[in-house]
C-alpha cells in the first residue's frame, strides 16, 4: 500500500508539470497573437489618423482655392483707399461670392487667420492652427472691415487645420517689377505688422464718375509705388507632410 501511494504522488507530479509547461505554451501563443493585433491595430490606427488629415488639408485647400477663383476685387476692405484682397503675416482677407455659411448673402468677407499656440518657452514647442472666419456683405455700400465682422457685426468661424508644425503666408518678391534691382525674385515670409494687399477697383465710400476715375488712379499708383501683392501662398507641416496653397493676386507687368 505504501508503494502504491508513492507512485500515485509521483504521478500527480507529473502531470502538474505537464500542465505548467501547456499553460505556458498557450499563454505565450496568445501573448504573440495579442501583440501582433495590436501592432495591426495601432497601424491601422495611424495610418487611418494620416489619411484623415490628408482629408482635412485636401478639403481646406479645396475651400480656399474655391472661394479665391470667385473672389470680388470691386468692394475695398475698409474705407477710401483700402485694398480689396489683404494680407499679412496672420491672415488673408478678400470678399468673395462663395459664402460656407451664410447662403443669402449675395457676397461674403472670409478672412483665413493663423494661429499659434504655445512655443514661447524653452523646451516648448509651437503648434498652428488655420481658422476660418466669414460675414455677410449685404450692403455694398458699407465698409468692409478688414478683420471685424461686417454685415451688422453677424459672424461664423470654424477651425480648418490643427496641430500644425509649422504654417505661415508668404508673398512673391520681386524686386525688377518695381526697380530695375537685380536682386533675385523670391518667396518671403511676411514681418509681422507687414500688410500688403490689391487695390478695390472701386472704393465702397466712391460716388459719381470724377469719384470713381479718382479711385481708380490711386489704385493705380499704389500698386506702382509700394510693391503690392503679385502673389502669395500658405505653407505649412502637419504630422511631416508639407503643405502649400499657392495663389496669384495680381500679374506682374514686368
Request: hydrophobic share 40%; glycine share 6%.
Amino acid at each position: 500500500m505504501t508503494l502504491l501511494r508513492t507512485n500515485s504522488t509521483k504521478c500527480r507530479r507529473a502531470m502538474t508539470l505537464l500542465e505548467v509547461i501547456l499553460a505556458m505554451t498557450v499563454m505565450a501563443s496568445i501573448s504573440t497573437l495579442v501583440a501582433a493585433l495590436w501592432s495591426q491595430t495601432r497601424s491601422w490606427a495611424i495610418e487611418n489618423a494620416s489619411h484623415q488629415s490628408g482629408l482635412r488639408v485636401e478639403r481646406a485647400v479645396g475651400l480656399i482655392d474655391q472661394q479665391w477663383k470667385s473672389r470680388v476685387l470691386s468692394i475695398a476692405l475698409g474705407e477710401d483707399d483700402a485694398p480689396a484682397i489683404a494680407l499679412t503675416d496672420e491672415r488673408l482677407s478678400f470678399i468673395t461670392t462663395t459664402p460656407i455659411f451664410f447662403h443669402e448673402a449675395p457676397m461674403v468677407r472670409v478672412v483665413y487667420r493663423i494661429e499659434r499656440r504655445g512655443g514661447y518657452l524653452a523646451g516648448e514647442d509651437a503648434t498652428f492652427s488655420l481658422e476660418y472666419e466669414e460675414s455677410p456683405v449685404t450692403d455694398p455700400r458699407v465698409a468692409v472691415s478688414t478683420s471685424g465682422a461686417s454685415g451688422g457685426g453677424q459672424s461664423k468661424s470654424l477651425t480648418l487645420l490643427k496641430d500644425a508644425s509649422a504654417l505661415r503666408w508668404e508673398r512673391w518678391d520681386d524686386p525688377s517689377a518695381t526697380s530695375s534691382s537685380d536682386e533675385p525674385a523670391r518667396w518671403v515670409p511676411l514681418e509681422r505688422g507687414e500688410e500688403v494687399g490689391v487695390g478695390a477697383a472701386v472704393t465702397v465710400s466712391s460716388q459719381g464718375l470724377d469719384d470713381l476715375n479718382a479711385a481708380a488712379e490711386r489704385a493705380r499708383a499704389q500698386d506702382e509705388n509700394e510693391n503690392p501683392l503679385r502673389a502669395g501662398r500658405l505653407t505649412g507641416t502637419i504630422e511631416g507632410d508639407e503643405i502649400a496653397w499657392l495663389f496669384v493676386a495680381a500679374p506682374s507687368r514686368s
